[in-house]
């Protein structure tokens, strides 16, 4: 018997949706009915696979929210925080249209505008739906999406649907108010402010009702989770279970982000938020039958470019305020490239398929031999599905296991920049003990390029790096070096003690 690399979801054991994330490879979609595979295939937030390839962005123009959530800091005017809720500026909702007419012209691979933020969405409907009305009209082209909270949803659900909003996210940390109370301290519901065990109750029972009507009217639910130690981390696994039984197509489990400069409760509290060990289990144990988003980077409400990355600099309301976009001829310039893109997509799926683990051949080689243990690779990537960054320029890496039964994806982990073009990369040697400590676990990490004194420190770390793959798509790079490992006899030992494997 042999085992593709990337499994189908009917017949891979352990693969598919169910415990990686979402459609990393073309194959693990083919379980879903075409119109959904066809409404995500080039969303990157709702598809894995697709966010190696497309770009989304948000405008921020829903300053307000309706509820307070222990996590939450809004902070506007800030360009150097990369988390949700933070802005660099709030936007009517012309100046909106024409920062996505701008950037969709500028950045062809961008698909997707989101609105999710700083506040909440639907609790300024106004600006909100105003701004999905007229890019309705002015982008066709562009897929439209809203995140909230689920408090006004139900309300809302019609002028949704009316327009043409296909994907919404709801943030869902709990299904049981005593849980609720410890992560809400209030909620505004009719005019009024409602504390405590009460303003969770409302808060569930909208959720709850906002996402059994999108369901009904078709429209693709993810839900978003932040996993907070000690409060919900457990109860995660229960509200799983619910939101997929009443229909969400996607859970997306997050690190809570509790950092004391952040000024959160949380933050100030000293609540930590969970190591990468922890959100994996939890993710893992979420996943059953429902697929899991796992590459998740909780954007800016004012995020531009593929994910990972931000280039709302490049687009402030000063630098596009001259622009007049041909937006008929942008359209057709980004027919062009994302036909371009799924071609190579095409290709690489077509590749893929023809590269086998040949499982069996390793047992039946060592019959009396302990299956081979999962190995964490670390990948150096700046899009495209395929490795092609220099291990200093990396500000993230991606994560992989690679297992007996498949490869799949993890998580990614954020680095500080080692090296910045200069001859002495600064204070590279301090970034780059950060570095490994943030590739904790990782055997290998992949990358185009690496420079000597990186590469020591990490192979005295235990790291081995890697830079013979470079070019080559992700997952058959993972699955090529699992494959040395065995055959070297690395995947025996219980540890991950290697030797210097390749250059």
């Known amino acids: 018997m042999e085992l593709k690399v990337i499994a189908d979801a009917a017949g891979a054991p352990g693969g598919g949706c169910a415990s990686s994330g979402c459609g990393a490879g073309g194959d693990k979609l083919a379980h879903l009915p075409e119109a959904i595979r066809a409404k995500i295939n080039n969303h990157p937030c709702f598809s894995e696979d697709a966010h190696h390839h497309y770009a989304r962005m948000h405008v921020a123009v829903a300053p307000a929210c309706n509820i307070q959530c222990h996590y939450c800091n809004r902070k506007y005017d800030c360009s150097n925080e990369s988390r949700p809720g933070v802005v660099s500026e709030v936007l009517t909702p012309e100046q909106a249209v024409k920062k996505v007419i701008a950037v969709a012209a500028a950045i062809p691979q961008m698909t997707v505008l989101g609105i999710a933020g700083p506040g909440d969405p639907l ?244 019959p009396a031999r302990p299956e081979p243990r999962p190995v964490l690779m670390a990948v150096a990537t700046m899009g495209g599905g395929v490795i092609n960054q220099h291990f200093g320029h990396a500000r993230e890496f991606l994560v992989y296991e690679a297992s007996t039964n498949d490869v799949r994806f993890i998580g990614h982990r954020k680095v500080d920049l080692y090296c910045s073009g200069d001859e002495t990369c600064g204070d590279g040697e301090s970034v780059l003990a950060k570095t490994i400590r943030v590739l904790d676990g990782c055997e290998v990490v992949l990358c185009s390029r690496i420079g000597y004194e990186p590469w020591g420190q990490l192979e005295a770390a235990g790291i081995v790096p890697n830079g013979e793959h470079a070019m080559e798509p992700i997952e058959d790079a993972v699955a090529a070096v699992y494959r040395e490992m065995d055959e070297a006899g690395l995947l025996d030992r219980p540890d991950g003690a290697m030797h210097r494997m390749s250059a």
Not at 195 to 214: N, P, S, Y
Not at 291 to 307: E, F, I, N, S, T
Not at 314 to 334: P, S
């Open 123 to 366: 609790a300024n409907p106004q600006r909100t739906l105003e701004t999905f009305r007229q890019l309705s009209e002015n982008a066709p082209d562009i897929k439209l999406c809203v995140s909230t909270n689920g408090l006004a949803l139900p309300g809302l659900v019609d002028e949704i649907c009316k327009h043409n909003i296909e994907h919404v996210t709801i943030t869902i940390n709990c299904v049981d108010p005593d849980v609720g109370a410890k992560i809400y301290p209030w909620i505004f519901w009719n005019n009024r402010r409602v504390t405590g065990r009460k303003a969770a109750e409302i808060l569930i029972e909208q959720q709850q009702k906002g996402l059994e009507m999108l369901v009904a009217r078709g429209v693709l639910v993810k839900v978003n989770s932040v996993l907070i130690p000690g409060v919900n981390a457990e109860h995660l696994k229960e509200v799983s279970r619910v939101v997929k039984a009443k229909g969400a197509f996607l859970h997306n489990v997050m690190p809570l982000i509790a950092e004391p400069e952040h000024g959160t409760f949380y933050g100030m509290m000293g609540q930590r938020g969970p190591t990468n060990e922890e959100l994996s289990a939890l993710q893992d144990a979420c996943a059953g039958d429902m697929a899991m988003m796992r590459h998740c980077r909780q954007c800016r409400a004012d995020a531009v470019g593929m994910l990972g990355e931000d280039r709302g600099d490049e687009f402030t309301l000063d630098k596009i305020a001259e622009q007049d976009v041909d937006y008929a001829a942008a359209m057709a310039r980004r027919a062009e490239v994302h036909a371009a893109i799924e071609a190579s997509r095409t290709a690489q799926r077509r590749q893929s398929s023809e590269t086998f683990v040949s499982i069996a051949a390793l047992t039946r080689r060592r």
